[in-house]
């Protein structure tokens, strides 16, 4: 008997997909993505036997159109785990997270223990072998030198649960990408339809990609003090990237060039050193398309993939539907693998990729290992999950070769030593002082301090609007989009001039335009005063003369200042940055633990407050103070006590805590604005089958406003937004109708949808 893996027209199987076929292409290629780290005979087992279970007759009965649902995830792992039984413990070892990679290569990592059903337990110790004997002869598993040569030294670490979780997240990521892959193939080849990209490799275009960042530095202005010190701070960063790979910190103050210096060094770094490819992770969503927009044009925008994680592929809410989705129905819904020589991202999909159980987001993890990887403002990852991400960034080092740069002005003392010797970080990372980039950071942050940072008092809104009024340029930046909007609408109604509205309602392709006006109206000194949340602080490049930063931790203050005399050609004095408190609009709980340090840092730094022992001192005394709160909002969901090895082998709790890993923890969810033409188009496409969803996901990126979930049911509700193409894409695109609720300077309007469509007001 013939044996599927994937049907197609039921009256001709010659075009159907054989089961060995399937599972050996898909062996050999997980074994090619995890040949980099060593575990390619561990990853080849694992594919070859990921889809035992589709060896039941009676998923071959599926295949013909019986309506049968058929576990056919559970088979190979527990057939592993019995074939492993006789090996050494480390073969053992790793054949356990070969089993978890099994069980999770359709619904996702599970849970060791649970009391779910879903639990890796429960499923090993309820499975009843209904396979046909056939898989014997077909398929023949290898279980020789399944254990890495640098598996003696992992277990001797303090942390090894948590880094053999990685290995196995790893893992996990070569399976389901080249299930992916393979299977992608063979229907692209059934179906004649279009599929994602290829991209070329970083060390094919490295030549090219060097050679054009030489020409636009190149071609940058020379003039003046300020662009010397650019170029000779990028000159001594580019000299480290001989060093050998691993842990680096760029410590340059805003206005520094730290952005293209860490360019710079990433490809110089690569070509000594043959990395895959160049990640740059951002903080904020609100900033990704001006960095991505940057290395486009130095190094080509074919080699450039831009991904937030505005829109993603809810498995979750499918999963959860009585008919399971067809691979194809999966592969429509695919996002990118990062494959790209060159990736800009957010923290949020950087972190949560890494700490994720669906298969969606955790099919790039093998392609971040071998990176170089640029952490911009280092200081904005969430303290709440700050071990982890520590223990995550360490990892990535030391195991899977990983180039880790920490770029910020303000770092965020996460060494196990400070500068003085003393102890640092709790199980931090290894920062040696000769990892640092930099020329002379304490120098630099000398020299390149522009602004006079000042304590100010009580501020409501009538005094920012008389502040603004008195000020033709300035810029106020507040705690909130509540804030934002109640701010600029009073300063509106005051007739002040050139008037600027800059939050997160607006999507980022319209924040892009209004930056770009802004800088105009700065530079031509028109009136330019804006209202704006924290969103404009990290790498937004503005230079006001006046700014005013509503109470915060000491780090965003130090962000704030970074948007004020950036550009050094006004006196430091003149230059003010003023604190201060809206006792109208409290700071949130986030913030709000970090205000009284930054108090206390003003009274013991008074004179000297951007000083990088005052920075050092600021995030020492928080780290300390917040302690048992870094891993986990509460002990209940900490992280890493829920990564353990013990003789009876792992305890991995993958789905709950990638449950529990959010770095924001908004829930909001996405509504997609037809802004232009451009995003008109990408709309248009999710009609088209042929085009996968992750490549229209991709352009649509930038058109996205993030809402609360009941703000967008209710406009769901009322007609205001609508799942586009619900028949192909589930409710993957939630696209506004009612144009009108997108105020051309405000953004999107949710509140009380129904009376604030204009069109509705008239009869």
């Given at each position: 008997m013939a044996y599927f893996a994937h049907s197609g027209r039921p009256d001709d199987r010659s075009g159907w997909q054989s089961l060995p076929d399937h599972l050996n292409a898909t062996a050999a290629l997980a074994a090619s993505f995890a040949a980099p780290f060593g575990l390619d005979r561990l990853a080849f087992l694992t594919a070859l036997l990921h889809d035992l279970g589709k060896y039941d007759p009676r998923f071959q009965q599926r295949l013909d159109g019986a309506a049968i649902g058929v576990d056919h995830s559970t088979a190979g792992a527990a057939i592993l785990c019995d074939l492993a039984r006789g090996l050494d413990a480390g073969s053992r070892l790793m054949a356990e997270l070969g089993a978890y990679a099994i069980l999770g290569h359709h619904a996702g990592l599970p849970d060791r223990k649970s009391a779910e059903r879903s639990s890796f337990d429960h499923r090993i110790e309820t499975f009843v072998d209904r396979l046909a004997p056939d898989w014997k002869v077909e398929i023949v598993p290898d279980l020789a030198g399944l254990a890495p040569d640098w598996l003696p030294k992992l277990v001797a670490s303090p942390y090894l649960g948590f880094d053999l979780s990685v290995v196995a997240r790893v893992l996990f990521s070569c399976l389901v990408d080249a299930d992916f892959k393979d299977t992608e193939a063979f229907y692209a080849r059934l179906e004649q339809r279009e599929v994602d990209r290829e991209w070329p490799a970083l060390q094919e275009v490295l030549p090219q990609l060097r050679a054009g960042f030489d020409a636009h530095m190149a071609g940058l202005p020379r003039e003046g003090a300020l662009n010397a010190l650019r170029r000779d701070i990028l000159s001594h960063v580019r000299a480290g990237a001989t060093l050998p790979p691993g842990l680096f910190t760029l410590t340059?103050?805003?206005?520094?060039?730290?952005?293209?210096?860490?360019?710079?060094?990433?490809?110089?770094?690569?070509?000594?050193?043959?990395?895959?490819?160049?990640?740059?992770?951002?903080?904020?969503?609100?900033?990704?398309?001006?960095?991505?927009?940057?290395?486009?044009?130095?190094?080509?925008?074919?080699?450039?993939?831009?991904?937030?994680?505005?829109?993603?592929?809810?498995?979750?809410?499918?999963?959860?539907r009585s008919e399971p989705p067809t691979s194809r129905d999966r592969l429509k819904l695919a996002m990118e693998d990062w494959a790209a020589p060159v990736v800009v991202t957010t923290n949020v999909q950087f972190f949560e990729s890494l700490f994720a159980a669906r298969t969606s987001r955790a099919r790039k993890l093998h392609n971040i290992a071998g990176s170089i990887v640029i952490l911009d403002e280092a200081q904005t990852i969430p303290r709440a999950l700050l071990k982890p991400c520590v223990r995550m960034i360490d990892a990535l080092a030391c195991l899977f070769g990983c180039t880790i740069v920490l770029c910020t002005a303000t770092q965020p003392a996460l060494g196990r030593k400070r500068p003085d010797g003393a102890p640092g970080f709790p199980d931090g990372l290894d920062l040696d002082a000769s990892r640092e980039l930099a020329p002379d950071p304490e120098g630099l942050a000398r020299s390149l301090r522009r602004t006079r940072i000042h304590a100010g008092k009580v501020m409501d809104n009538d005094a920012l609007v008389a502040a603004l009024a008195a000020e033709p340029q300035a810029l106020v930046i507040v705690n909130s989009r509540k804030h934002a909007l109640a701010l600029y609408t009073q300063a509106k109604d005051a007739g002040l001039d050139g008037l600027v509205h800059l939050t997160t309602r607006q999507c980022a392709a319209h924040r892009r335009e209004i930056l770009d006006d802004v800088r105009e109206r700065l530079k031509a000194g028109q009136p330019c005063r804006v209202v704006a949340t924290s969103l404009i602080e990290a790498g937004v490049d503005v230079d006001f003369p006046r700014v005013w930063r509503a109470e915060a931790g000491w780090d965003q203050i130090m962000q704030a200042a970074g948007r004020c005399n950036r550009e050094?050609?006004?006196?430091?004095?003149?230059?003010?940055?003023?604190?201060?408190?809206?006792p109208d609009y409290p700071p949130p709980p986030e913030i709000r633990l970090l205000t009284g340090d930054a108090e206390r840092a003003f009274r013991t730094y008074d004179g000297d407050l951007q000083s990088l022992e005052a920075i050092r001192k600021f995030f020492g005394e928080v780290y300390w103070r917040v302690d048992e709160r870094l891993d986990g909002r509460e002990r209940k969901k900490a992280i890493l006590p829920r990564l353990d090895v013990t003789h009876e082998g792992t305890n991995f709790a993958f789905r709950s805590i990638a449950q529990d890993f959010r770095m924001i923890e908004s829930n909001m969810v996405p509504v997609i604005v037809r802004l232009d033409s451009k995003s008109r188009q990408a709309v248009d496409k999710l009609k088209v089958e042929k085009i996968p969803s992750g490549t229209i996901a991709q352009e649509l990126?930038?058109?996205?406003?993030?809402?609360?979930?009941?703000?967008?049911?209710?406009?769901?509700?009322?007609?205001?937004?609508?799942?586009?193409?619900?028949?192909?894409?589930?409710?993957?695109?939630?696209?506004?109708?009612?144009?009108?609720?997108y105020d051309p300077e405000v953004g999107l309007l949710w509140e009380t949808p129904e009376y604030l469509a204009l069109e509705d007001m008239f009869m």
């Amino acid at each position: 008997m013939a044996y599927f893996a994937h049907s197609g027209r039921p009256d001709d199987r010659s075009g159907w997909q054989s089961l060995p076929d399937h599972l050996n292409a898909t062996a050999a290629l997980a074994a090619s993505f995890a040949a980099p780290f060593g575990l390619d005979r561990l990853a080849f087992l694992t594919a070859l036997l990921h889809d035992l279970g589709k060896y039941d007759p009676r998923f071959q009965q599926r295949l013909d159109g019986a309506a049968i649902g058929v576990d056919h995830s559970t088979a190979g792992a527990a057939i592993l785990c019995d074939l492993a039984r006789g090996l050494d413990a480390g073969s053992r070892l790793m054949a356990e997270l070969g089993a978890y990679a099994i069980l999770g290569h359709h619904a996702g990592l599970p849970d060791r223990k649970s009391a779910e059903r879903s639990s890796f337990d429960h499923r090993i110790e309820t499975f009843v072998d209904r396979l046909a004997p056939d898989w014997k002869v077909e398929i023949v598993p290898d279980l020789a030198g399944l254990a890495p040569d640098w598996l003696p030294k992992l277990v001797a670490s303090p942390y090894l649960g948590f880094d053999l979780s990685v290995v196995a997240r790893v893992l996990f990521s070569c399976l389901v990408d080249a299930d992916f892959k393979d299977t992608e193939a063979f229907y692209a080849r059934l179906e004649q339809r279009e599929v994602d990209r290829e991209w070329p490799a970083l060390q094919e275009v490295l030549p090219q990609l060097r050679a054009g960042f030489d020409a636009h530095m190149a071609g940058l202005p020379r003039e003046g003090a300020l662009n010397a010190l650019r170029r000779d701070i990028l000159s001594h960063v580019r000299a480290g990237a001989t060093l050998p790979p691993g842990l680096f910190t760029l410590t340059v103050p805003t206005g520094g060039g730290k952005t293209l210096a860490s360019l710079g060094f990433a490809l110089d770094h690569a070509a000594a050193h043959g990395h895959r490819r160049i990640i740059y992770a951002i903080p904020f969503t609100s900033i990704i398309d001006q960095t991505a927009d940057i290395f486009r044009r130095v190094l080509g925008a074919d080699c450039v993939l831009e991904h937030h994680s505005a829109i993603e592929d809810d498995e979750a809410a499918r999963r959860d539907r009585s008919e399971p989705p067809t691979s194809r129905d999966r592969l429509k819904l695919a996002m990118e693998d990062w494959a790209a020589p060159v990736v800009v991202t957010t923290n949020v999909q950087f972190f949560e990729s890494l700490f994720a159980a669906r298969t969606s987001r955790a099919r790039k993890l093998h392609n971040i290992a071998g990176s170089i990887v640029i952490l911009d403002e280092a200081q904005t990852i969430p303290r709440a999950l700050l071990k982890p991400c520590v223990r995550m960034i360490d990892a990535l080092a030391c195991l899977f070769g990983c180039t880790i740069v920490l770029c910020t002005a303000t770092q965020p003392a996460l060494g196990r030593k400070r500068p003085d010797g003393a102890p640092g970080f709790p199980d931090g990372l290894d920062l040696d002082a000769s990892r640092e980039l930099a020329p002379d950071p304490e120098g630099l942050a000398r020299s390149l301090r522009r602004t006079r940072i000042h304590a100010g008092k009580v501020m409501d809104n009538d005094a920012l609007v008389a502040a603004l009024a008195a000020e033709p340029q300035a810029l106020v930046i507040v705690n909130s989009r509540k804030h934002a909007l109640a701010l600029y609408t009073q300063a509106k109604d005051a007739g002040l001039d050139g008037l600027v509205h800059l939050t997160t309602r607006q999507c980022a392709a319209h924040r892009r335009e209004i930056l770009d006006d802004v800088r105009e109206r700065l530079k031509a000194g028109q009136p330019c005063r804006v209202v704006a949340t924290s969103l404009i602080e990290a790498g937004v490049d503005v230079d006001f003369p006046r700014v005013w930063r509503a109470e915060a931790g000491w780090d965003q203050i130090m962000q704030a200042a970074g948007r004020c005399n950036r550009e050094g050609r006004r006196p430091a004095d003149e230059s003010v940055v003023t604190v201060f408190s809206a006792p109208d609009y409290p700071p949130p709980p986030e913030i709000r633990l970090l205000t009284g340090d930054a108090e206390r840092a003003f009274r013991t730094y008074d004179g000297d407050l951007q000083s990088l022992e005052a920075i050092r001192k600021f995030f020492g005394e928080v780290y300390w103070r917040v302690d048992e709160r870094l891993d986990g909002r509460e002990r209940k969901k900490a992280i890493l006590p829920r990564l353990d090895v013990t003789h009876e082998g792992t305890n991995f709790a993958f789905r709950s805590i990638a449950q529990d890993f959010r770095m924001i923890e908004s829930n909001m969810v996405p509504v997609i604005v037809r802004l232009d033409s451009k995003s008109r188009q990408a709309v248009d496409k999710l009609k088209v089958e042929k085009i996968p969803s992750g490549t229209i996901a991709q352009e649509l990126q930038t058109y996205v406003v993030q809402v609360p979930p009941k703000a967008r049911d209710l406009l769901i509700r009322s007609g205001h937004v609508a799942f586009e193409c619900v028949a192909l894409r589930a409710d993957q695109f939630a696209v506004l109708q009612k144009q009108s609720l997108y105020d051309p300077e405000v953004g999107l309007l949710w509140e009380t949808p129904e009376y604030l469509a204009l069109e509705d007001m008239f009869m």
